[in-house]
C-alpha cells in the first residue's frame, strides 16, 4: 500500500451514464456551459481532491444523437475553469496521434503556469477511427504505429518542457540582464517523427513541468507508461486485474531506472451514490433507463470485438466467447482484458454487461451510501490493488457533489485521505517530487 489515497473526479458531462442529461436538474447545454465547469472544480477541491480529470477526442465520437459527446477542448475549458482555485490539479488528455509536440507542450507549459504548476497532459493515441479523417489520414494508423509516435511524441515534449534551467530567469533589474539565454536550450530533435529545434519561450512551471498521465494498457501503452508516466489510469472490474497492472508498471517503470513509488496507479470507478442503499439503487435505474439500448449494444459488440450486430440483449456472455484482439483493431487492452477477468469470474447477459459499464466503456460501478463506497475504495487500496481512484460520477451535476459531500468525509475519518492541502502544486498533491528541480527544492522563478 502506497502512504496516500490519490482521488481525481472525471468532469465528463453530463455524467458517465451519458443520457443522464435528460435526469431532472440537469441541462442539455451544460457539456458547453463554462459556469458549470466552474462549479464543479470548486466543488472538487472543496473536498480536497488530487485533480480534476477531462477526457477528449478531436472528433464527433459516439452516439450524438442520444448525449452530447466530448466537446470543449479541455485545456480551454480548464483554464477558465481553474481560475480563482489554488490546489485542485487540471488533468487534460490530448492525442499524441493527431498533435504536434511543440504547440502540445506549449499549450500543456501554457496551463502549468495559468495554474501555478496543477496541469497534467493525459496522454492518448486516439483509437477513434473517424479521428483520423481529421488530419489527412486515409485510414487510421495502426496502435502499434501510434503508439511508436507517442513515444517520440512524448520524448520530444519532455524535452521541450526540460529545456530552460531553473535558474535561466535572472531578472537582475539593477544589470538589466533578463535571462541566461546558455541556461535555456532546444531538443534539436530530428527523428523518425518529428523534427523540433526548440527551445519553448517559456521557463519551467512551479512544478517542474506537467504531470504525465497514461491510460493505455496494451503493450504499447505499458511501455510508455513505464518509460515515462507519473500517473496511470486504469480500467479494471477485479482486484486481480488492477493488481496485475499496478504490479507490471511498477517493474517496467524500475527497469528504467525509475522510482516504482513515483508512479501512481488511479483506477476508473464510476459511483451512484445515495443517502441510503435504497436511494443509491433508485438513482442507478434511474440512470439506467436514459441508456439507449440498442446503440449500446452495438457499442457494447463492438468493443468486445465482435460484428456490431452479432449481440442481442439476452445473449450471455462468458469469457472464452470473447473474440481474441486483432493486432491494429480499433480496442482498448485495457477494457478488454478487464471485462474478460469479469466474465471469467461469472457469465453476464449482454444487458447485464451494458447495466454495469453504465451503458460505456466498461469501468467498474459503484451503486451504495457514501460509507458503502467508501468501503470498496478501502479495501482496493489497502489490497494494493491501486493507489486510488478516478471518480467517474454517474451523473455528474449532482453527483460530483454526493461523492465529495458523502464519501469523502468517511476516507478522512478513516485517515485515508486529506483534510487540508498540504501542496500547492499537482505533483506535490501527489507526493511526486517537483520534475527536474532535485536540487531546487524550493523553485520559485519570479522576475525582479
Ligand atoms: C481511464 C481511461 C481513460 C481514457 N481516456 C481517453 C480519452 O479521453 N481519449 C482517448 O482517445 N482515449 C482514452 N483512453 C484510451 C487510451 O488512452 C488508449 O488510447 C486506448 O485505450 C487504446 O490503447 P490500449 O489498447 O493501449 O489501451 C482512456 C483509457 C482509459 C483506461
Redesign the pocket.
Known sequence: MSSSLHLNISLLTPGHFRGSWRVAGNSPGDFVDPAHFRRLIRIAERGHLDAV?????PAL?GDIAHAPQ?GLDPVVMLADAAAGTEHIGVIA?G?STYNDPYNLARRYLSLDHLTRGRAGW???????PS?SANFGYAEPPE?TE??RRADEFVEVVTALWNGWDTDAVVGDAASGRFADPGRIRGPRHHGEWFSVEGPLPLPRSPQGRPLLV?????????ALAGKYADLV???AQTVDVARTLREDIRARAAAHGRDPDRVKI???LITVVGGTEEEARRREVELRETIPLEPALRQLAAQLGFDENALELDTVLRAGDLPQ?ASGA???????ASTHALLAEKPHTARELIHRFAGG?G?QLAVGTGEQIADRIEAWFRSGATDGF?I?PGEVGSGLEAFVEQVVPHLVARGLFRDEYTHRTLRGNLGLELAGTEDHADLDITVG
Open positions: 480529470f477531462v477526457g477528449d477526442s465520437s466530448l488528455t492525442s493525459n496522454v492518448v493515441t486516439t483509437q477513434l479521428a496502435k501510434r503508439y497514461q491510460a493505455g494498457a496494451s503493450e504499447g501503452g505499458l489510469f486504469s480500467a488511479s483506477t476508473g484482439p480499433p480496442r482498448s487492452a485495457g477494457f478488454s466503456a469501468h478516478t467517474m
